[in-house]
């Protein structure tokens, strides 16, 4: 996952970018576009990626914060809130949503 930083430090605040694959020249796409509401509703109890991190109580203010944190601790929290098994799998099944929806 490579991401672009741009950060707005209050509360959990984060807009975070994830290169899509499959590129020859990436487009950077905002986390909230990604997870949108509909998929947020859809696979989760959070209406927004944003509350979906706060839910988790892990202490990220941060661009840099949501890097750092371990994998194995995100995989634990979407088990518990999604209906993913994986960080890896929520993710993948949005992207594709999010390309299709797009027609990138």
């Given at each position: 996952m ?5 950060e ?11 290169q ?5 020249m ?17 696979y989760?109890r ?5 509350k ?18 371990p994998e194995?601790?995100?995989d ?14 929520m993710?993948d099944t ?8 797009k027609n990138?």
């Open positions: 490579q991401c672009k930083q741009e707005t430090i209050m509360a959990i605040k984060i807009t975070g970018f994830y899509l694959p499959h590129q020859t990436p487009e950077l796409v905002d986390f909230n576009e990604v997870f949108d509401t509909s998929f947020m509703r859809k989760t959070f209406r927004t990626f944003e979906f991190l706060q839910g988790s109580r892990f202490k990220i203010e941060n661009q840099r914060d949501f890097e750092a944190l194995e601790k995100m634990a929290w979407v088990r518990k809130a999604t209906k993913f098994s994986s960080w890896q799998e993710l949005a992207t594709d949503k999010y390309v299709m929806h990138l």
